[in-house]
T-cell receptor, first 114, second 113 residues
Framework: DAGITQSPRHKVTETGTPVTLRCHQT?????MYWYRQDPGHGLRLIHY???????DKGEVSDGYSVSRSKTEDFLLTLESATSSQTSVYFC?????????????FGPGTRLTVL | DQQVKQNSPSLSVQEGRISILNCDYT??????FLWYKKYPAEGPTFLIS?????DKNEDGRFTVFLNKSAKHLSLHIVPSQPGDSAVYFC????????????FGQGTILTVHP
């Protein structure tokens, strides 16, 4: 199994509060991704990183920001959480972004915004 | 605009029989496809992939078929086992989207003993 951990694994917060989720990898992979999983939508890409300090938006990036100051850590921040951001969040890593484009996923963080 | 679609939310199969999970895509730039399996409270795990230069790829009990003209792929599991019960996601990549996978909605497979 790829060495990917996510913290916290579960979090309940209130609308309007800031929340930061952490993804940590021990594989030294260059690429890291944040997805959210919602019923009827599968997994949707929020943001991704192609190197330290290099990040870009995915298809559902509004309301989220990311930072990557070290190869092994990729942080996802909800500046002011809303109920629509209640979801399960998955981090993924990949060695390259070319063919084959296999990504390996962490265990997920279940976030509930009340 | 859902570029990758799994139109069957669920599938129920008897142990030992074949499971066939389907996936359709609309973006003709996609040229690499993957299947992931997900158990409850765990992250998705990579199962099998196929490049558009092939029409079939096998790995043990799992075979993925790709029909480029129909923009359709399928995952066959033979024989199905109760441990295969999970959510299966297909995903696609290609063109300018390398590094960004587009996922289908998922299909819940239940294999009955």
């Amino acid at each position: 199994d790829a060495g990917i951990t996510q913290s916290p694994r579960h979090k309940v917060t209130e609308t309007g509060t800031p929340v930061t989720l952490r993804c940590h990898q021990t594989e030294n992979h260059r690429y890291m991704y944040w997805y959210r999983q919602d019923p009827g939508h599968g997994l949707r890409l929020i943001h991704y990183s192609y190197g330290v300090k290099d990040t870009d938006k995915g298809e559902v990036s509004d309301g989220y920001s990311v930072s990557r100051s070290k190869t092994e850590d990729f942080l996802l921040t909800l500046e002011s959480a809303t109920s629509s951001q209640t979801s399960v969040y998955f981090c993924a890593i990949s060695e390259s972004a070319g063919r084959p484009d296999t990504q390996y996923f962490g265990p997920g963080t279940r976030l509930t915004v009340l | 605009d859902q570029q990758v679609k799994q139109n069957s939310p669920s599938l129920s199969v008897q142990e030992g029989r074949i499971s066939i999970l389907n996936c359709d895509y609309t973006n003709s730039m996609f040229d690499y496809f993957l299947w992931y399996k997900k158990y409850p409270a765990e992250g998705p795990t990579f199962l099998i992939s196929i490049s558009s230069i092939k029409d079939k790829n096998e790995d043990g009990r799992f075979t993925v078929f790709l029909n480029k003209s129909a923009k359709h792929l399928s995952l066959h599991i033979v024989p199905s086992q109760p441990g295969d019960s999970a959510v299966y996601f297909c995903a696609a990549a290609g063109g300018t989207s390398y590094g960004k996978l587009t996922f289908g909605q998922g299909t819940i497979l239940t294999v009955h003993p």
